[in-house]
């Protein structure tokens, strides 16, 4: 088999870099180590930056999300027993997120690619990548127990953080920036109103809590917890008392409780590997880079990767330009970078770490008092998590 471009795995970066390509007519193979239903079933992100949105409507798969997302103008800080709203909308000149779940996203991007009858090859299993290094790279898989070849021009490495395609760069040839947080989010997903019209960002001496959303019947919740917790040790009951301790009076009184639908403890980490290309192989979403998700930048950063790409591609193509290839690691890690430091930033002030003392308690309280307070931190905050310009 053949194609232009080869793109291993389909989660958002590789179907949306999917749908771009197919929308300046450029071939592309989507090959997938999951079934479709099992990637559907993996609950991530939750808050699309308008950047995102404007991508799904470029390639017409906005029509659920413009008719189902909600649209929220700020975010509220809890901290000090009381809550502090961010404008987000007045801060950045009328900018906004929309609430639409990862999940959603998934789903409108691979019924679009459905609908073009581009090919996707699910449960392709054993991928392995070849001479990415030349002009004539190759990819090889097995389906059904069947060994393919796919050759193509270029191979993009949509493949998450546990993937292939990193891992087969030399190792000489890349580096790799990291930081582990000593702490991971338990999240759960309920059939439950959200317990106020915004997403609620707590900063409590027993740690972390965010309380979301997916709709207005259905809510996503998190605490911080430990690295050494397992999901068994958290029964529903004791996740809504846990959240309960974290919350101020008002939330509280109006939290709707109710079973998980869905339950999982996710660690947190910063990582970066530079060059985001190496040869013909192009590194995209998470299989690049990930940020840890109290930002909400990594579905975002993933599409900002599949925006400069296809950019790149369509350049190569249409005007036999590598002008775009070439300047791809470049432009793509310049953003990137911005959103590891907010990520980063934001972790920092709303987590409670180990070595968290008196005074570095005090430091983020101060931290918060005057983000809340001050028109400036409030709109470098603001134009931070609406989302930098592409
Ligand atoms: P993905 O990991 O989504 O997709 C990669 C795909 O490649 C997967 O489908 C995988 O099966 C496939 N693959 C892997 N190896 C392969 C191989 N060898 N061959 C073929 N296919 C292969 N971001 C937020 O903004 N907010 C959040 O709350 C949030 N929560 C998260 C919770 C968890 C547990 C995780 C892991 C991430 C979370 N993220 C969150 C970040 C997440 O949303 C990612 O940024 C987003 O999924 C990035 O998309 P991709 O780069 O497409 O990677
Ligand atoms: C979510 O709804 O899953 C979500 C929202 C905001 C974040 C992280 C996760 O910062």
């Known amino acids: 088999m053949r194609t232009q471009v080869a793109i291993i795995g389909a989660g958002p970066a590789g179907l949306l870099l999917g749908q771009l390509l197919h929308h300046y007519g450029i071939d592309n193979v989507v090959l997938e180590r999951k079934s479709g239903e099992y990637v559907l079933g993996r609950i991530r992100a939750g808050v699309l930056e308008q950047g995102t949105v404007d991508l799904l409507e470029e390639v017409g798969v906005a029509a659920r999300l413009h008719r189902e997302g909600l649209v929220h103008d700020g975010i509220e800080l809890a901290f000090g027993g009381a809550r502090h709203r961010i404008d987000m909308k007045t801060a950045t000149g009328g900018k906004t997120v929309t609430i639409y779940g990862q999940t959603e996203v998934t789903h409108d991007l691979m019924d679009a690619r459905s609908a073009a009858g581009r090919t996707t090859v699910y449960e392709a299993a054993d991928v392995t990548i070849h001479d990415f ?55 759960i997903l309920s059939e439950t109103p959200p317990v106020s019209p915004e997403l609620i960002y707590a900063n ?102 599949v925006h400069y790409l296809s950019q790149a591609l369509r350049e190569f193509y249409a005007e036999k330009s590598s002008a775009g290839l070439d300047d791809y690691s470049r432009r793509a890690l310049a953003r990137v970078w911005k959103a590891e430091r907010f990520s980063w930033w934001m972790t920092s002030i709303l987590h409670r770490f180990p070595d968290t003392d008196g005074f570095s308690a005090r430091i983020q309280h101060a931290e918060l008092d005057y983000l809340v307070g001050s028109q400036a931190a409030t709109t470098s905050l603001s134009e931070n998590y609406v989302g930098l310009p592409f």
């Open 133 to 187: 290094d030349t002009d004539r790279p190759r990819v090889r898989y097995t389906k059904d127990g069947v060994a393919h070849d796919l050759d193509c021009d270029f191979i993009a490495g949509c493949d998450g953080f546990h993937g292939v395609c990193r891992p087969s760069i030399p190792a000489d040839a890349l580096k790799t920036f990291e930081r582990v947080y000593p702490f991971g989010w338990l999240g």
């Open 204 to 305: 409590h001496e027993r740690g972390f809590a965010l309380c979301s959303m997916r709709s207005l019947h259905r809510s996503r919740y998190y605490v911080q917890c430990s690295l050494d917790d397992h999901i068994d040790q958290w029964p529903d009951d004791r996740f809504w008392d846990e959240l309960k301790h974290r919350l101020d009076d008002e939330a509280v009184a109006h939290l709707v409780t109710g079973p998980s639908i869905e339950k999982s403890i996710a660690p947190l980490r910063s990582f970066v590997a530079e060059p985001m290309r190496f040869g013909r192989l192009f590194l995209a979403g998470d299989a690049a880079h990930i940020v840890p998700p109290t930002g909400a930048k990594g579905l975002n950063l993933a599409t900002s990767d």
